[in-house]
């Protein structure tokens, strides 16, 4: 996309915003000499960015995490984005969930690390190993939506399909199944079916980091995935997953190889918690930084971090902008 020099928008239409006047908006920090948000992709916040970047401080630090893959389009879209609306990329910070996304948006002048959203999983709450008859060869949980590609499990025995809302996407065909939910199921019961599983499906080929396939870690199962662009395959090795072609007789064979070859449960579950803990850790050092170029001197970032962890990250509710933005300017 051809980057647009003058602050001409009225040509410029992001490819997508959010449709509703709730989504995820967090004021992370606040005090005099520093403002922290928290927002999910540039684009999806165009139109309040267009109506009220004018009235960002000088001390105000966008902390930008990446809700779905960020590819060398969504960068030149960005970049689009901060030409017409004449940001600080300085006060800007992508926490990117892979290496790929963090090289796309590099070249456009982003500054960013890769620290994967998944880790903001909070492990304590519901998804947890549990001692229990494995019934089923696979599960997946994933709406009914086409990217989620449900036929690829076409050839897997005894597969469970745990669905969620569908935001307002068609409902696309499923394969044969021994268990399909017919209401939504509260997170114990999803642990549990998780549980029974051999091992956890995730077959899209492009999405964000994808919270069921971290579910399916924290609950100790491992994972077969297709190939993908997003995030979630910087949790995979060789012991907890297997990557394999978009291919229905292929996702099958990995299954029928974790079900011969079971996995320690507790392994899994470790080695996730501590690659969340090494994301967290650059997450703490990131606050470090924020807090000592603006000189803030009395918030320990590692206390602060943990005081304020919130699961999954995203707050969705309606900003006030005119209460964080009509004020006076510094």
Same mark, same amino acid.
């Given at each position: 996309?051809?980057?647009?020099?003058?602050?001409?928008?009225?040509?410029?239409?992001?490819?997508?915003?959010?449709?509703?006047?709730?989504?995820?908006?967090?004021?992370?920090?606040?005090?005099?000499?520093?403002?922290?948000?928290?927002?999910?992709?540039?684009?999806?916040?165009?139109?309040?960015?267009?109506?009220?970047?004018?009235?960002?401080?000088?001390?105000?630090?966008?902390?930008?995490?990446?809700?779905?893959?960020?590819?060398?389009?969504?960068?030149?879209?960005?970049?689009?984005?901060?030409?017409?609306?004449?940001?600080?990329?300085?006060?800007?910070?992508?926490?990117?969930?892979?290496?790929?996304?963090?090289?796309?948006?590099?070249?456009?002048?982003?500054?960013?690390?890769?620290?994967?959203?998944?880790?903001?999983?909070?492990?304590?709450?519901?998804?947890?190993?549990? #001692?229990? %008859? !494995?019934?089923?060869? &696979?599960?997946?949980?994933?709406?009914? =939506?086409?990217?989620?590609?449900?036929?690829? $499990? *076409?050839?897997?025995?005894?597969?469970?399909?745990?669905?969620?809302?569908?935001?307002?996407?068609?409902?696309?065909?499923?394969?044969?199944?021994?268990?399909?939910?017919?209401?939504?199921?509260?997170?114990?019961? #999803?642990? %549990? !079916?998780?549980?029974? &599983?051999?091992?956890?499906?995730?077959? =899209?080929?492009?999405?964000?980091?994808?919270? $069921? *396939?971290?579910?399916?870690?924290?609950?100790?199962?491992?994972?077969?995935?297709?190939?993908?662009?997003?995030?979630?395959?910087?949790?995979?090795?060789?012991?907890?997953?297997?990557?394999?072609?978009?291919?229905?007789?292929?996702?099958?064979?990995?299954?029928?190889?974790?079900?011969?070859?079971?996995?320690?449960?507790?392994?899994?579950?470790?080695?996730?918690?501590?690659?969340?803990?090494?994301?967290?850790?650059?997450?703490?050092?990131?606050?470090?930084?924020?807090?000592?170029?603006?000189?803030?001197?009395?918030?320990?970032?590692?206390?602060?971090?943990?005081?304020?962890?919130?699961?999954?990250?995203?707050?969705?509710?309606?900003?006030?902008?005119?209460?964080?933005?009509?004020?006076?300017?510094?």
């Amino acid at each position: 996309m051809e980057i647009i020099k003058q602050r001409d928008y009225k040509n410029f239409k992001p490819s997508y915003t959010w449709p509703n006047p709730a989504f995820p908006f967090r004021l992370y920090y606040d005090s005099p000499k520093c403002r922290i948000f928290i927002i999910e992709n540039i684009q999806h916040n165009w139109n309040w960015m267009l109506e009220w970047h004018e009235h960002f401080r000088k001390t105000d630090f966008f902390i930008v995490y990446c809700g779905w893959y960020h590819s060398p389009a969504y960068a030149n879209e960005a970049d689009t984005i901060f030409s017409i609306l004449s940001l600080d990329k300085t006060q800007f910070f992508f926490m990117y969930n892979s290496q790929l996304e963090m090289d796309n948006f590099a070249v456009k002048g982003f500054q960013g690390e890769v620290i994967n959203h998944n880790a903001w999983l909070d492990e304590n709450l519901v998804m947890r190993p549990l #001692v229990i %008859e !494995k019934v089923y060869g &696979a599960i997946y949980v994933a709406r009914r =939506s086409a990217f989620k590609r449900h036929l690829l $499990a *076409s050839k897997v025995s005894s597969l469970a399909l745990v669905a969620g809302i569908n935001h307002g996407n068609a409902i696309s065909d499923i394969p044969k199944y021994d268990y399909l939910n017919d209401r939504p199921l509260s997170p114990e019961e #999803v642990c %549990e !079916k998780i549980n029974q &599983a051999h091992c956890g499906l995730i077959l =899209s080929e492009e999405e964000g980091t994808c919270f $069921a *396939s971290s579910e399916y870690l924290l609950c100790g199962i491992p994972v077969v995935s297709t190939l993908s662009r997003g995030g979630r395959d910087v949790w995979y090795n060789e012991y907890n997953s297997i990557i394999c072609e978009p291919a229905a007789d292929k996702v099958a064979a990995a299954v029928e190889e974790f079900m011969r070859s079971p996995r320690d449960p507790q392994k899994i579950r470790r080695m996730h918690l501590e690659q969340s803990e090494e994301y967290r850790s650059k997450f703490i050092g990131l606050l470090s930084e924020i807090f000592n170029r603006f000189g803030v001197e009395d918030v320990e970032p590692s206390s602060y971090f943990k005081k304020t962890f919130f699961h999954k990250l995203r707050k969705s509710y309606k900003p006030d902008f005119k209460a964080f933005f009509g004020g006076n300017n510094s």
